[in-house]
């Protein structure tokens, strides 16, 4: 099976998106929020077999994990009721797609995070997705201010909810950012791979997984500027006294494979051991043209593995493995959801 551990739904029913609108334009105005908009099945069914389904067929996958659209979460917006409303219908919708496509789609929730509120304001949510809609992980943005870095680090104990939340419930979270407000980031080419480089060294200089030695965390988009950069942090990490990195964070962090080109991949796989390495293309996602040089789809990043001078069985870890041991609770909600009987067939 390959399982692809990155993918938003990104062509959701445009009166999803439409409802989003009113409701901040409801905030910033003081009025009410309209209701929810009714979606049927076969609308959304619709956007998935024409988008994502098509795609995992023709690309040769078998299973995305899929979770609401990263720049569409938008904490920086409202307020945290804005948030808890919006996550609540995000999350809801995702749990849609699963039980429509059960064998092609599993869910990741978005967390009503807001700048400078507790993130304990999240728990309740993350039960309701583990428990009522049968989630496997959860996209935990580290600047909710949307580029502006106004929350602590995710060493700092304001961050400890969730991460005893994410270990109680055997949950691993994707670091995330989501739009950028600040005109001096573009979303999704500084943006997120400055919150996913970020992030790194943030573990680095903390005692979060001393403290939390279970906590499974995935670094997107390649792990950002990190692998690149390997022996920075290494000499970063030696200089201020600290274990090699492969002690001190590879027992708890991985990296996807969202790079869209070969060379970046050959180098992720040359710098990371295989271990934690997790397949992913974020299709439909920033990147989905096609790359001129090649062909085919800059986010059709399946070839680009199929390519890497590397032994099968680390494929096999890469493609299917190192997802069922990272979200800890796939290979039984992969059974659960395989007896289902849904919109695909
Ligand atoms: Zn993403």
């Not at 720049?71 to 945290?80: F, I, K, N, V």
């Amino acid at each position: 099976m390959i399982i692809d551990c990155h993918g938003h739904y990104t062509t959701a029913p445009a009166q999803h998106e439409h409802w989003r609108k009113q409701q901040i334009d409801a905030h910033s105005k003081g009025d009410a929020v309209p209701s929810r908009p009714a979606m049927t099945d076969q609308e959304i069914a619709a956007t998935i077999r024409n988008g994502q389904l098509r795609m995992q067929r023709e690309r040769g996958t078998d299973l995305t994990i899929f979770s609401p659209r990263a720049a569409g979460m938008g904490h920086h917006l409202g307020g945290a009721e804005t948030s808890e409303a919006w996550a609540s219908a995000c999350n809801e919708l995702i749990f849609r797609v699963c039980s429509l496509f059960p064998r092609n789609f599993i869910g990741v929730g978005m967390l009503p995070q807001s700048p400078g509120v507790s993130p304990k304001n999240c728990l309740a949510e993350m039960d309701r997705c583990v428990t009522a809609y049968g989630f496997v992980g959860f996209n935990l943005n580290p600047d909710p201010s949307g580029g502006y870095w106004t929350d602590p680090p995710l060493g700092d104990r304001f961050w400890y909810p969730i991460y005893e939340k994410l270990v109680e419930l055997g949950t691993p979270a994707m670091i995330h950012v989501s739009h950028s407000c600040n005109p001096a980031f573009h979303t999704t080419g500084a943006h997120y791979l400055n919150g996913d480089t970020a992030a790194f060294m943030q573990f680095l200089t903390s005692t979060v997984f001393k403290d939390f030695p279970t906590l499974n965390i995935i670094i997107p988009h390649g792990g950002g500027a990190v692998p690149f950069h390997w022996g920075r942090f290494r000499g970063l990490a030696q200089g201020l006294n600290l274990p090699l990195l492969k002690e001190l964070l590879l027992n708890n962090i991985c990296f996807d494979t969202c790079i869209y080109h070969q060379p970046g991949q050959d180098l992720l796989a040359k710098v990371i051991p295989a271990d934690n390495i997790l397949f992913a293309s974020e299709m439909i996602g920033a990147v989905p043209g096609v790359d001129p040089e090649t062909g085919h789809n800059f986010d059709d990043t399946k070839r680009y593995i199929d390519a890497l001078a590397i032994p099968e069985e680390d494929k096999a870890k890469i493609f299917e493995g190192n997802a069922r041991r990272v979200f800890s609770r796939l290979s039984k909600q992969i059974a659960k959801q395989a007896s289902m009987k849904g919109a695909a067939e």
